[in-house]
């Protein structure tokens, strides 16, 4: 749901973030005794992402999960009917070449606003 603006932009920083690394593509490190040389590139060792996803405080398991086996002798189980959760939570997490850096979930309730990612931003820079 990005305006045409927002696409521009994010064209542009990719075509940007492409650029260096072909640039930084051809340099070569040691990657450790006992192997080859091989080439790397700095600038995707240097590059944080980021990104924001809804994640639902409960989810029911299917029919399918929920199977047992059991004797035919035996009471068939009870299932209640679970309704999905109406409670969803924001999660935004930040990875790096090597990993996730920082995954920072939201209080129920709370939204995120400028103060609130610059937190977090504070929270990413610490572990880095």
Known sequence: ?????????????????LHWCQQE??????????????ARNKLLEQLII?????????TPETKRH??????PSFPVPKKFKVQPS???VMA???WDSRGMILLDILPKGERINADRYC??????????
Do not use: N, Y
């Open 66 to 71: 929920s199977m047992t086996w059991k004797h």
């Open 92 to 94: 935004t997490v930040f």
């Open 50 to 58: 980021g990104d924001e996803t809804w994640l639902h405080l409960s």
């Open 25 to 38: 593509c051809d340099e070569t490190v040691d990657v450790g005794p006992g192997r080859d040389h091989h």
């Open 119 to 128: 937190e977090t931003l504070d929270r990413l820079r610490h572990a880095v």
């Open 86 to 88: 109406a409670t969803k």
């Open 1 to 17: 749901m990005l305006s045409d603006e927002h696409k521009r932009q994010r064209v542009k920083i990719s075509q940007i973030l």
